[in-house]
DNA sequence: CATGTCTGCCC
DNA sequence: ATTCTGC
DNA sequence: GCAGAATGGGCAGACATG
């Protein structure tokens, strides 16, 4: 497929917000790619250069990627900083400069999207010395051989930032409609001509079907019995080595088939993969797909709450009764085990085996079972002195060297809270109940290295106090608030799981510089610098930068208001003079070898604008030293 | 060989 | 991580 | 209710540079 097509797409994508719209696009591509490009295509149209669970790097960020544009066209680096100030997006500086440049050269050759995929390929692969060049060289050749507007994506797509909206769900929905909308359009049996395509019956449309119609389906294909119990359709009908529906229930079925890519989806993490299933093998070969030991799938995510009442309204089943957990700050781990080899994964699906070689020995004892993948939160944690910041511990996470040492300095515990797959069968589907229970019953639980995370089951809202006042006391972020009777959703952020964290005290901190925003914010200023007044000095002292908690509306009137204010340019960021004062909600106070102050905020957002307060009301270093101290 | 810059990924 | 926005 | 986008601090490692 030529790139340009893509391009074409990506264009029409950016420039609509409906999301049947942009379901229709994606599924003409899918419809229209050679069967060699299905890949590569589902990859790209979300923006990125290689599924998920490939440890797959560009390596390559905003700075080398001004080089490239430089390289590639031979237009100064400093005069493409300009331009991606003026137009706030890479991309669409990319684009501005070949368009200029294109009057004078030619393009040399057509971009495909198997070459943009060699050359990705390439860059990930470039290691040792002179890799950087290299890589940059080869950005630089697809976008010497790239149209204006091929450029812009081409730049996107290695910064993996595609800012036109697709994510997996379009993706899940577009793939149905590209393979599958012969039986979503099936809402009429009568004088339907079974084609060929595909066919199928639900199971309680069988009862209620006429014998005529039914009949009618009979002649034309040919019965096979199919175990598909979990999506309600029980039984497929085939014609000429093809899968066939037929429902009067529309949605019922779109939405099934829904569910099944994505389970695909969610087993696989691999939309590529799963395209290309669908495309040869139809439903039947979506539904064989399972996890896979050591291949990890992505975990679940919880919503936020504010209050135990909003977390048991959140998550309460029928009687109100609710799982709740320790939430640890740590890092979320998945660990697959087969027999005696053991693997580690992140949250965004990176091995950590080799960092953590005695957590590794440690499930090995801990569990007997063959076949198992775990999921928990690894904690730094020296009985000794107790729960260490998680700064400590993430010392440890892409530690190549010195690995042994640091199983001294800081030592781990694993809490354990759920159970994905057990000896072949995959726990996925079924609720948080039986995952829980039979986690408990497979662990043995080793001191300090493979626990269970405290746990408690209730309704009753007092008890439920007590337990998350006991994980605070014993210096944990929060609780988590779970679903008992509710299935797990692999990268999901759902609503029957949720955290609750005690909210903070808040700062009042001048702004004393800021950046230009990107994206959505290219107009404003997107993310502003901090300080705290040093009071033996009378100077201000900067302690990070905030850039979330604003409206549009606020952004645009903070920009406004400090626009007036600029003392200094330079690049992107501006220096301002010290006047708007905001109030700053945070989670910890870190020690910071970057800022001024020696501080730094964990998590800053704005709470307000405080516009009554001057410079001379902001908080004082002395007053951040006393809240560091009292936090441990 | 020491240092600085950049990137990716934990939270 | 947090937050807002829009479907 | 949920996904997507835009942004935070700090860490280790990989390279480039001088």
């Not at 497929?236 to 695909?264: M, S, Y």
């Not at 139809?282 to 919503?303: N, T």
């Not at 069968?425 to 290295?449: A, F, G």
């Not at 400090?562 to 006047?579: A, C, F, N, T, W």
Request: proline content about 2%; aromatic content about 6%; some cysteine.
């Amino acid at each position: 497929m030529d790139y340009s097509e893509l391009v074409k797409s990506y264009k029409k994508l950016e420039s609509t917000q409906s999301t049947l719209e942009k379901t229709e696009i994606i599924s003409k591509l899918f419809i229209n790619s050679p069967k060699e490009d299905l890949d590569t295509l589902a990859h790209l149209i979300r923006g990125k250069a290689f599924s998920e669970w490939k440890n797959l790097d560009l390596g390559i960020g905003k700075k080398l990627i001004i080089k490239a544009i430089s390289k590639a066209t031979g237009i100064k680096e400093e005069k493409v900083k300009k331009e991606w100030k003026n137009k706030g997006d890479l991309g669409d500086a990319v684009e501005v400069i070949v368009k200029n440049k294109k009057q004078q050269t030619l393009t040399t050759k057509k971009l495909t999207l198997s070459l943009v995929q060699e050359n990705l390929e390439k860059i990930a692969g470039a290691e040792g010395s002179g890799s950087q060049s290299k890589k940059i060289s080869l950005i630089a050749e697809l976008i010497g051989s790239a149209e204006p507007e091929e450029a812009k994506y081409i730049v996107r797509t290695v910064l993996e930032n595609l800012r036109i909206g697709v994510g997996e769900g379009l993706v899940r929905d577009a793939i149905v409609k590209a393979f599958f909308s012969e039986l979503i359009g099936l809402s009429e049996l009568d004088g339907y001509e079974i084609t060929g395509q595909q066919v199928g019956i639900d199971k309680q449309l069988l009862g209620s079907i006429s014998e005529y119609r039914l009949n009618k389906v009979k002649e034309k294909t040919e019965l096979i019995e199919i175990d598909l119990s979990d999506d309600g359709i029980s039984k497929l009908w085939k014609k000429e080595g093809a899968d066939v529906f037929i429902t009067d229930r529309k949605k019922e079925i779109e939405d099934r088939l829904k569910g099944i890519v994505q389970h695909a989806y969610d087993v696989s993490t691999d939309f590529g993969e799963v395209a290309e299933v669908a495309s040869k093998k139809g439903v039947q070969g979506l539904r064989e797909m399972d996890i896979e030991l050591f291949r990890p799938i992505r975990v679940m995510l919880a919503q936020k709450s504010d209050s135990m009442e909003d977390a048991f309204e959140a998550v309460g089943s029928e009687e109100g009764l609710a799982a709740l957990e320790y939430k640890y700050d740590g890092i979320r781990v998945q660990i697959h085990k087969e027999g005696s080899d053991v693997k580690i994964f992140t949250r965004r699906l990176e091995e950590i085996t080799d960092q953590f070689p005695e957590i590794v020995n440690a499930i090995k004892d801990s569990i007997d079972e063959e076949e198992v993948i775990v999921e928990g939160e690894l904690v730094g944690f020296d009985p000794q002195k107790g729960y260490l910041p998680f700064q400590k511990l993430s010392k440890r996470i892409k530690r190549k060297y010195n690995i042994r040492e640091m199983i001294e300095k800081i030592p781990v515990t694993v809490y354990l809270f759920d159970l994905i797959y057990c000896n072949g069968n995959s726990l996925i589907r079924q609720n948080l109940r039986i995952r829980w229970s039979k986690l408990n019953s497979l662990i043995n639980k080793i001191d300090n290295s493979v626990e269970l995370a405290s746990h408690l089951e209730t309704s009753d809202l007092d008890k439920a106090q007590s337990f998350y006042q006991k994980a605070l006391d014993e210096n944990q972020e929060g609780i988590m608030l779970k679903n008992l009777s509710k299935r797990y959703k692999p990268g999901s952020r759902v609503g029957y799981m949720v955290k609750l964290k005690p909210v903070m005290e808040t700062l009042d901190l001048a702004i004393i510089g800021a950046e230009w925003g990107e994206g959505r914010r290219r107009d404003w200023l997107g993310s502003y610098k901090l300080a705290c007044m040093n009071k033996e000095t009378g100077e201000l002292k900067s302690i990070g930068k905030m850039a979330t908690g604003f409206t549009d509306e606020q952004l645009e009137e903070l920009t406004n208001k400090l626009e007036d204010m600029i003392i200094q340019e330079d690049g992107r960021s501006v220096k301002l003079k010290p006047k708007v004062i905001v109030e700053v909600a945070y989670e910890e106070i870190q020690e910071s070898p970057k800022y001024e102050s020696g501080y730094a905020l964990r998590f800053p957002r704005l709470v307000a604008e405080r516009e009554t307060l001057g410079t001379g009301d902001v908080d004082t270093l002395d007053r951040i030293r006393e809240l560091y101290g009292k936090q441990s």
